[in-house]
């Protein structure tokens, strides 16, 4: 059993950043993919971007240049950078190790213009 707790979330007016964090409990955290998704008021749930387990990483095209994931496996934890944030970042973001039902409770982002 893996438990997924995000952290960082908040209120950052428009151009500011956040830095979220996926802690995970288990030993086998390094082993994993991990997802970073978001859902956004009345919209569908959105792929935000990953990290495999070797460290390389993909972004959706609405976030790149402005997002930038990455992990400490020592401390069982994902990050998620972002920067440059715009109010249509809005939404919850949750974590997700890939190709698992394992899921964070996730944490509000708001954006302000």
């Known amino acids: 059993q893996v438990q997924l707790v995000e952290s960082g979330g908040g209120l950052v007016q428009a151009g500011g950043s956040l830095r979220l964090s996926c802690a995970a409990s288990?030993?086998?955290?390094?082993?994993?993919?991990i997802d970073w998704y978001r859902r956004a008021p009345g919209k569908a749930r959105e792929l935000v971007g990953g990290?495999?387990?070797?460290?390389?990483?993909n972004y959706a095209g609405s976030v790149k240049g402005r997002f930038t994931i990455s992990r400490d496996n020592a401390l069982n934890t994902a990050y998620l950078q972002m920067n440059s944030l715009k109010p249509e970042d809005t939404a919850v973001y949750f974590c997700?190790?890939?190709?698992?039902?394992?899921w964070g409770q996730g944490t509000q982002v708001t954006v302000s213009s």
């Open positions: 288990g030993s086998t955290f390094s082993i994993y993919a």
């Open positions: 990290i495999g387990s070797g460290g390389n990483t």
């Open positions: 997700n190790l890939f190709g698992t039902e394992y």
